[in-house]
T-cell receptor
Framework: GQQLNQSPQSMFIQEGEDVSMNCTSS?????WLWYKQDPGEGPVLLIA?????ELTSNGRLTAQFGTTRKDSFLNISASIPSDVGIYFC???????????FGTGTRLTVIP | DAGVTQSPTHLIKTRGQQVTLRCSPK?????VSWYQQALGQGPQFIFQ???????QRGNFPDRFSGHQFPNYSSELNVNALLLGDSALYLC??????????????FGEGSWLTVV
């Protein structure tokens, strides 16, 4: 079946550092989504990517859709304590709300 | 404008019991999906409702069932609860717009503990 692997599984960084995480799939997809989940809350969409090679920014966040359409990365610049949480990549399934989530990267920012 | 709201936020049930979780979608949204998120894992798609019918289903047994009402709100029912059903249950809603596509919003979830 479909696999969506994220790395690293967890990261501990100092406030102000840049962060990079990535996601790889076993199949080709047309849309990559990045979500963040804070403790006790549901996932919130950060960035959506729709074309191979696309590079999109949202504030301090930048994500790219890999040219092979099997991978994507998310960068966070100048991390702050509120960046703490779990970051998930996700792909659209065949339905409108059918998302397939990755394994997640847990980020801890040390003040 | 309220987002996706779910109830209850936390509940504890005994093995073999039945549970009903409720979801009100974001205003204007007509499609609702349910996800199960076990501790330390990503959410897994259970099923999706549109126009009061189940449209898609993930790899979950028939013990998991749902319903969508005319006002687009939805319920998730789980029968014959197992310990492994302990998880955060997330509701997501969306509305397809030709210009902006389909943005999915999640609720804060219902924490179910089965003992």
């Amino acid at each position: 079946g479909q696999q969506l692997n994220q790395s690293p599984q967890s990261m501990f960084i100092q406030e102000g550092e840049d962060v990079s995480m990535n996601c790889t799939s076993s199949s080709i997809f047309n849309t990559w989504l990045w979500y963040k989940q804070d403790p006790g809350e549901g996932p919130v969409l950060l960035i959506a990517l729709y074309k191979a090679g696309e590079l999109t920014s949202n504030g301090r966040l930048t994500a790219q859709f890999g040219t092979t359409r099997k991978d994507s990365f998310l960068n966070i610049s100048a991390s702050i304590p509120s960046d703490v949480g779990i970051y998930f990549c996700a792909l659209n399934g065949t339905g409108a709300n059918n998302l397939f989530f990755g394994t997640g990267t847990r980020l801890t920012v040390i003040p | 404008d309220a987002g996706v709201t779910q109830s209850p936020t936390h509940l504890i049930k005994t093995r073999g019991q039945q549970v009903t979780l409720r979801c009100s979608p974001k205003s204007g949204h007509d499609t609702v999906s349910w996800y199960q998120q076990a501790l330390g894992q990503g959410p897994q798609f259970i099923f999706q409702y549109y126009e009061e019918e189940e449209r898609q289903r993930g790899n979950f047994p028939d013990r998991f069932s749902g319903h969508q009402f005319p006002n687009y709100s939805s319920e998730l029912n789980v029968n014959a609860l197992l310990l492994g059903d302990s998880a955060l249950y997330l509701c997501a809603s969306s509305f397809y717009d030709r210009g902006s596509g389909n943005t999915i919003y999640f609720g804060e979830g219902s924490w179910l503990t089965v003992v």
